[in-house]
């Protein structure tokens, strides 16, 4: 079946993540006044920004477009879930069919 084969692609995409991180980093300009590498997140609501090191922006900038992208696959894998489950299991009688909105198609 295609959508199963679909999913285990996905599925190995994600294994070839590497670490995970939320947050945003950003490299200001020299001119500008702070430090030059920062990390902003949301602890409890509340925004918390971290100097970091050259070394440590570049790691966690990996991190942060690695957890975007983990995040892309996941939501691909749980739309091809919905499709697998409506397509190939029995459902009860309904008055009206599901839309796609309903069933987290799109």
């Known amino acids: 079946m295609r959508l199963t084969a ?6 190995r ?3 070839r993540i590497g ?3 939320q947050g945003s980093v950003i490299e200001r300009l020299p001119t500008q006044q702070g430090s030059r590498y920062i990390w902003t ?11 970091l090191s050259k070394q440590q922006y570049r790691w966690l900038r990996r991190a942060v477009t690695n957890q975007r ?3 892309r696959i996941v939501g691909q894998m749980q739309k091809l879930s ?3 489950l409506f397509q190939t299991l029995p459902e009860p009688r309904r008055r009206k069919p599901l839309s796609k909105s309903i069933l987290g198609l799109i």
């Not at 679909?6 to 599925?11: F, I, K, S, V």
């Not at 997140?41 to 100097?51: D, E, I, L, S, Y």
């Open 41 to 51: 997140r949301k602890v409890q609501a509340k925004t918390v920004t971290v100097a």
């Open 6 to 11: 679909d999913y285990r692609q996905l599925q």
């Open 13 to 15: 995409q994600l294994s």
């Open 82 to 84: 919905h499709k697998i």
């Open 69 to 71: 992208e983990m995040q």
């Open 19 to 21: 670490y995970l991180s």
